[in-house]
């Protein structure tokens, strides 16, 4: 028997749309169930005191410092070398079998897992290089997992730069560099802002990177040899072992919602982008 | 100017050049370092020992991680059946069926998805999907299907936005010359445009792969850990990432080598399907 | 009268991949005066300008053979400096590219580049450069709004202002009315007759009574060569070859 495909037509439009908002629904209700779960327990207390009793009482403030210092660093590192890959792959060089090669380590570095960062930079700056589980060791493997992000929207930023403002730059006698810093850069920054919030955001949910380089020191990290850790490995190890649900939802909406807002605003940052030249 | 552009100029071209040779650098020093301690127990162990061997017991010189691997494609294959149907039929409603105002709001949205931190979808498996399997299904909970579910959501924004616009890259005018030949809408997607969009999909299911097999912090959550192949999707299950997470903080000696012989496992397979899903992208454009 | 000769071009041959887009062309440029080349498309004269200012530079496989000397100093070898010679040498583009920055900005892009800090000297760079275009009187009360707020015609004489911001002494112009209404076309006609006291100026235009309007001397490009270059008043009058005939009466082009 064969159906009528009007019918079908009509059956597939309903559940695609259903499909659609069941696909929206899982976001919404993960975000709400962190809302309200977490909601009763974060106040300015939890926020900006000290824990104790391994985190069972008191709030997460070396958490949020130690999460916003690795991240600040990392993104220091990361940006200079990721926007300046991405000029000289676009406005210092043709299409090469060189820069074939760059471009496949940039793809080889994107799909590196983020346990198999983790294992580098454990081996390579914890232990080859004494850097123990430290600041320092986090940010280094941050900074290459989150190079890779970088230099692609930044490439893509630069790209959609319209050529002939670099022309008129030129025939204003400017040199290459000056083009580059005064007019390519200028127009480029929201895409490439986008990147770098992209990069933010997932470097402040990253875990398997961070605790075998950073470590999982209660403490406020104070110098870069210090260990510490970020919010995502703290409510990693209230969740797992069992410490405190209270505080693991608690935790759990201050890196939900700031990894949201952070994204959020690279979306926009996005769209000023296109519209820029649309 | 302080001193000469053409100094300057050339100054400059080479510090860019450093720069982007940096990413080689990087991944070269991943490879080496990884490499440089996994491979010596192949040697010591034998290949066959380690990849084919069932048992692990690495402070008794047992280095077998075949069960890991079969279960690490198990998760991969059973996000893959959970996340790739709704990943695709997402991707389809977004190109063909969605408004304008819609789609706006809907793309960033899935897309957001990819922003949770897997420990909290490795939290919120254990609190609700965890005890939903054990009380309606089977089992203790921690098991290949909660893994599978939960993975499933977190590859679908890779499959969604690879398969968007690889739909999205199909020329109006297939579309155009299907419907004017009177085809239903579904049919000219159907028959059509996923035909034409087929690589682009495919490379998006093997890069959702590629983030399933490699997610670590969500799985030893919920997958239970256990150290044998699974014989039932409500059995616990160790895969090779988990298996690098648990240990790796306490290990020394051969114990340490033998966790990196699995990150060389698992960076083999990766750069696989690395390799397969550009492919497939790159013949698409 | 004897005239000193700006630009000396010799035996000039561009190939493009494998096309020839100018077959071995020889033309003097004289000092101040306004120099119109006109042609059909096709006809080499914007590849022609391009070598002038060495913003052919930016095209892939070009291959250039012959002679173009600036004052005697050939721009063709590799010692001299590109940045130096587009200095010297402004360009007015067909289509007004403002840089997306103020009117202000736009015009003190250059000078910046040179070094000039000072915000005097810039301010009066600024105003100078934009008299002479004609355009100051239109834009004085608002300097500091985006470039990409003004009109067509005001965009192009702003790019023509934001040239003579780095007092070049010379000026090509690569068809710079043909987008624009007659009004503007004729302010930047105006503005050209009175810059080449100082300027030489070269405009590229299939426009030819703009050519014979405003231009001094004029040549005529066909597929690459060029067919006849002389007074702009003889060429129009008695031109020798008959291709000139043709072209300045419409029959084709």
């Not at chain 3, 060569?225 to 072209?247: G, Q, V």
């Amino acid at each position: 028997m064969r159906i009528n495909p009007r019918f079908t037509n009509k059956l597939v439009h309903i559940g695609l749309n259903l499909q659609a908002f069941f696909t929206v629904g899982i976001l919404v209700i993960i975000v709400a169930i962190i809302c309200f779960k977490g909601f009763p327990y974060v106040n300015f207390e939890f926020i900006f005191a000290y824990p104790q009793d391994m985190g069972r009482i008191g709030g997460i403030f070396p958490s949020i410092a130690g999460t916003i210092f690795l991240v600040l660093l990392s993104i220091l590192l990361a940006t200079p070398l990721g926007v300046g890959t991405a000029i000289f792959l676009t406005e210092y060089t043709k299409e090469s079998v060189f820069t074939k090669i760059i471009r496949f380590g940039v793809e080889s570095l994107a799909g590196i897992p983020s346990i198999l960062y983790g294992l580098f930079g454990f081996i390579f700056f914890v232990i080859k290089l004494k850097m123990g589980w430290s600041l320092l060791a986090g940010v280094l493997t941050i900074t290459i997992m989150i190079l890779p992000t970088i230099i692609r929207t930044s490439e893509e930023a630069i790209k959609a730069v319209p050529r002939n403002l670099r022309i008129v730059s030129y025939s204003l006698s400017a040199t290459k560099w000056e083009t580059v810093t005064k007019v390519v850069l200028p127009s480029a920054i929201p895409g490439i802002l986008t990147g770098i919030m992209l990069s933010v955001g997932r470097a402040v949910g990253e875990t398997a990177a961070v605790i075998f380089t950073m470590g999982s020191s209660l403490r406020l990290p104070t110098s870069l040899f210090d260990s510490g850790r970020t919010m995502a490995v703290h409510f990693y190890i209230l969740a797992r072992e069992g410490i405190s649900m209270e505080k693991a939802y608690g935790t759990a909406l201050v890196l939900v919602v700031s990894i949201l807002l952070i994204n959020i605003l690279a979306y926009y940052l996005m769209n000023k982008a296109i519209s820029r030249y649309s | 100017m302080t001193n000469n552009p053409i100094r300057k100029e050339r100054f400059v071209k080479w510090v860019l050049v450093v720069f982007a040779l940096s990413s080689l650098l990087f991944l070269f020093l991943i490879f080496m370092f990884i490499f440089f301690e996994g491979l010596p127990l192949f040697h010591k162990v034998g290949l066959k020992n380690i990849i084919l061997g069932f048992k692990w017991a690495p402070t008794k010189g047992f280095f077998g991680i075949f069960p890991m691997i079969v279960s690490s494609f198990l998760v991969t294959f059973g996000a893959l059946v959970i996340g790739a149907p709704m990943g695709l039929s997402c991707a389809i409603y977004l190109s063909e069926y969605s408004g304008k105002k819609m789609k706006m709001f809907l793309k960033p949205a899935l897309e957001l998805l990819a922003g949770i931190p897997s420990v909290v979808y490795g939290f919120l498996g254990v609190v609700y999907i965890v005890p939903i399997v054990r009380d309606h299904i089977g089992g203790s909970g921690f098991s290949l299907l909660a893994t599978s579910i939960i993975l499933g959501i977190m590859i679908l924004p890779t499959i969604i936005s690879i398969s968007f616009d690889s739909i999205m890259s199909v020329p109006k005018t297939y579309r155009e010359g299907s419907l004017a030949m009177g085809a239903t809408k579904w049919q000219t997607i159907y028959k059509v445009i996923l035909p034409a969009a087929r690589s682009g999909i495919l490379a998006s299911f093997i890069l959702g792969m590629g983030r399933a097999i490699g997610e670590t912090m969500a799985v030893i959550m919920i997958a239970g850990n256990a150290l044998k192949i699974p014989s039932s999707i409500l059995d616990p299950l160790r895969t090779l990432t988990g298996n690098i997470a648990l240990e790796l903080a306490y290990a020394t000696g051969d114990h340490r080598l033998g966790l990196f012989s699995t990150g060389v496992v698992l960076l083999v397979i990766i750069m696989i399907l690395n390799y397969i899903a550009n492919f497939g992208i790159k013949r698409r454009t | 009268m004897i005239m000193d000769i700006k630009i000396a071009i010799r035996r000039l041959r561009v190939t493009f991949s494998k096309n020839e887009i100018l077959k071995g062309v020889t033309v003097d440029v004289y000092k101040n005066t306004i120099t119109g080349f006109m042609g059909p498309s096709g006809s080499g004269k914007s590849s022609l300008i391009s070598i002038i200012n060495r913003m052919i530079d930016f095209e892939d496989n070009v291959r250039i053979e012959g002679e173009v000397r600036i004052d005697g100093q050939s721009i063709l070898d590799g010692g001299h400096d590109n940045v130096e010679l587009r200095r010297r040498v402004g360009t007015v583009f067909a289509v007004p590219i403002p840089l997306p920055r103020s009117i202000y900005e736009n015009i003190a892009y250059g000078p910046r580049l040179k070094g000039i800090g000072d915000r005097a000297t810039l301010h009066y760079i600024v105003e100078d450069s934009l008299k002479k275009a004609f355009l100051w009187d239109e834009v004085k009360d608002r300097l500091g709004i985006s470039a990409l707020k003004l009109s067509g015609g005001q965009q192009q004489r702003l790019c023509l202002a934001r040239t003579l911001a780095l007092k070049p002494e010379i000026i090509l112009l690569d068809e710079p009315c043909s987008g624009l209404d007659p009004i503007s076309t004729a302010k930047i006609e105006d503005a050209l007759s009175e810059l080449k006291k100082d300027i030489t100026i070269i405009l590229v235009s299939n426009n030819t009574k703009q050519i014979a309007r405003i231009t001094d001397f004029a040549a005529f490009f066909y597929l690459g060569e060029l067919i006849e270059y002389d007074a702009t008043e003889k060429l129009f009058t008695t031109p020798s070859m008959k291709k000139t005939e043709d072209y300045i009466q419409g029959k084709f082009g």
